[in-house]
């Protein structure tokens, strides 16, 4: 089992990425929050991986944390889910988000997520309720964003990494945002311009 990579990293995209370790270039499928905290081609790069064997077909998936990984790890152990499945769900939605879907039960956040309809959804909820804790600590409390506000976060998210932000930088000031202002005021659109405010200041 490969664990980890450490190399140069020689070609780099949306979806997957290209590390010389020691001349042998193993091609890597990653998540949009792992491509965020890529460096720059021609770099050193230090990714940890998992080995996917499905019949005669390896494929290498590549995340930047051990949260990552453990989670993609987590999802695909569902019947139903595979690797393309757990990439969407790290790309789409931080694991934070994630977990209060999974622990509030929230079928419609999860079923905005490509790939997942509301039988998947379902089945997540089933499979990872009593666990998911195990993985992303913080779902054993309360999520401070309002469940009125999930979507209007998630969407302003996804729109400041399309504007060119890094996940993670959106996705702290919107969900410190939607942490202080008034339920009628964290719609997408207001989340999306006070936190280009903020973060262009």
């Known amino acids: 089992m490969i664990g980890s990579l ?33 460096p720059r081609q021609g770099e050193k790069v230090e990714i940890l991986t998992y080995l996917h064997v499905l019949d005669d077909d390896l494929r290498l998936y590549g995340f930047a944390t051990a949260q990552e990984k453990n989670l993609f790890k987590m999802l695909i152990s569902i ?16 694991p934070s988000s994630f977990s209060s879907a999974i622990v509030n039960c929230d079928m419609k956040a999860l079923s905005r997520i490509s790939g997942i309809g509301k039988k998947t959804a379902e089945r997540m909820v089933l499979e990872l309720k009593g666990k998911i804790s195990s993985v992303v600590p913080e779902s054993a409390y309360p999520s401070k964003v309002p469940d009125a506000a999930v979507k209007a ?24 945002l939607a942490k202080i202002l008034p339920a009628e ?16 200041s």
Do not use: W
């Not at 399309?162 to 993670?168: R, W």
């Not at 005021?185 to 262009?200: G, P, T, Y």
């Open 6 to 38: 450490s190399g140069i990293l020689k070609e780099v995209s949306l979806t997957e990425i290209l590390v010389d370790v020691n001349g042998v270039g193993y091609i890597v499928f990653i998540p949009m929050s792992t491509y965020d905290k890529m």
């Open 185 to 200: 005021e964290c719609s997408s659109e207001n989340l999306i311009r006070n936190a280009l405010k903020n973060l262009n």
């Open 79 to 94: 019947s139903g889910i595979g690797p393309k499945i757990g990439l969407n769900v790290l790309s789409s939605i931080s």
């Open 153 to 176: 976060v998630e969407d302003a998210v996804l729109a400041l990494v399309q504007l060119g932000f890094k996940y993670d930088t959106a996705s702290k000031a919107v969900h410190e």
